[in-house]
């Protein structure tokens, strides 16, 4: 079946430091893979997807690069700042739905 | 941002009650689905539709029903709500392709007590 392991939290980084969460998926064949945020107190918004293998998503200086052979789709960032801290969701889109990880809540300080 | 509403933001009720949440899109996307949020556990589905009067359940949908008599509304029901139902519950729209873009609400906090 499909499903979604995320690295556990949380993650405290000072600010430029780099961001690395992991997130790695079982599922059958290659679904479309996603990384969401949600600041405190909001919904989730897309942050970046990749549709097929070796796709590399990016958006707001976070990338994610979809590895078939890892089964992985690990969220980076060079330098991270205070507007960073969020929990971030990684999730697969399954046939009528999305499958995600228990997110993993990062705070950056100045 | 997507037009996706929710109502009512934040309900407190008490064990034993019906609770009525709303969804309302602008979107005229075709997908509607509810999510509850609980913490250790990320976002889990409800139900779905996947047109007006189309729906079917998800992987959390004991004590909860779902009506969709409308393209731009999606109601979740609790019949009778319990404590375990307290949570943070999202909608959310798509259009119809399987790798399209889940988009959010800005989620209803419900405490049952």
């Known amino acids: 079946g499909n499903s979604v392991t995320q690295m556990e939290g949380p993650v405290t980084l000072s600010e430029e430091a780099f961001l690395t969460i992991n997130c790695t998926y079982t599922?059958?064949?290659?679904?479309?893979l996603f990384w969401y945020v949600q600041y405190p107190g909001e919904g989730l918004q897309l942050l970046l997807k990749?549709?097929?293998?070796?796709d590399k998503g990016s958006n707001k200086g976070f990338e994610a690069t979809y590895r078939k052979e890892t089964t992985s789709f690990h969220l980076e960032k060079g330098s991270v700042q205070v507007s960073d801290s969020a929990v971030y969701f990684c999730?697969?889109?399954?046939?009528?739905?999305?499958?995600f990880g228990t997110g993993t809540r990062l705070t950056v300080i100045p | 941002d997507a037009g996706i509403t929710q109502s009512p933001r934040h309900k407190v009720t008490e064990t034993g009650t019906p609770v009525t949440l709303r969804c309302h899109q602008t979107?005229?996307?075709?997908?509607m689905y509810w999510y509850r949020q609980d913490p250790g556990h990320g976002l889990r589905l409800i139900h779905y539709?996947?047109?007006?009067?189309?729906?079917d359940k998800g992987e959390v949908s004991d004590g909860y029903s779902v009506s969709r008599s409308k393209t731009e509304d999606f109601l979740l029901t609790l019949e009778s709500a319990t404590s375990s139902q307290t949570s943070v519950y999202f909608c959310?729209?798509?259009?119809?392709?399987?790798?399209?873009?889940?988009?959010f609400g800005p989620g209803t906090r419900l405490t049952v007590l």
């Open positions: 979107e005229n996307h075709r997908y």
């Open positions: 990749a549709t097929k293998a070796d």
């Open positions: 539709s996947y047109g007006v009067k189309d729906t």
């Open positions: 999730a697969l889109a399954g046939a009528n739905n999305l499958f």
């Open positions: 599922a059958t064949g290659y679904p479309s």
């Open positions: 959310a729209i798509k259009n119809s392709g399987t790798a399209d873009t889940q988009y």
